[in-house]
């Protein structure tokens, strides 16, 4: 079945939600982890399922994480230039970015103190 999934990611001024439409044997489950194929910067990375939606029209979405959510405050990249390395990088492998790069209003970054505080 064909699966559409979602994936974020985010520097501190910067986020993208990226989509991809899957084929998978099984619908994943909220906690499970899922790995994409990424030829230029690797599969390293689980991104974990957070929500799974099965729409009227028979379709489903699967949304993660944001990639490696930097101490909980919103943001997977404090380089500018590794963000737009790692969103080329999905582009290449399928990945679209139907609203574009956008600003982040997720990073929380104003409302902790250097400990994190």
């Known amino acids: 079945m064909d ?11 910067r986020w993208a939600h990226l989509t991809k439409t899957i084929p998978m ?3 994943p489950r909220v906690g ?7 030829a230029e910067v690797g599969d390293y990375f689980a991104w974990k399922v957070t929500q799974v939606t099965y729409l009227e029209s028979g379709a489903i979405e699967v949304w993660t994480e944001l990639l490696d959510n930097v101490e909980e405050c919103g943001y997977s990249f404090e380089n500018e230039e590794e963000f737009d390395e790692y969103l080329k990088s ?6 679209l970015c139907p609203h574009g790069v956008g600003q982040n209003n997720h990073y ?3 409302h902790h103190g250097p400990s994190g505080a």
Request: glycine share 6%; no cysteine; aromatic share 20%.
């Open 90 to 95: 999905y582009a290449a492998e399928g990945w």
């Open 25 to 27: 044997a099984v619908v």
């Open 32 to 38: 499970e982890f899922m790995k994409f194929d990424n």
């Open 3 to 13: 699966i559409q999934f979602s994936i974020w990611l985010a520097t501190k001024t």
């Open 108 to 110: 929380k970054g104003a």
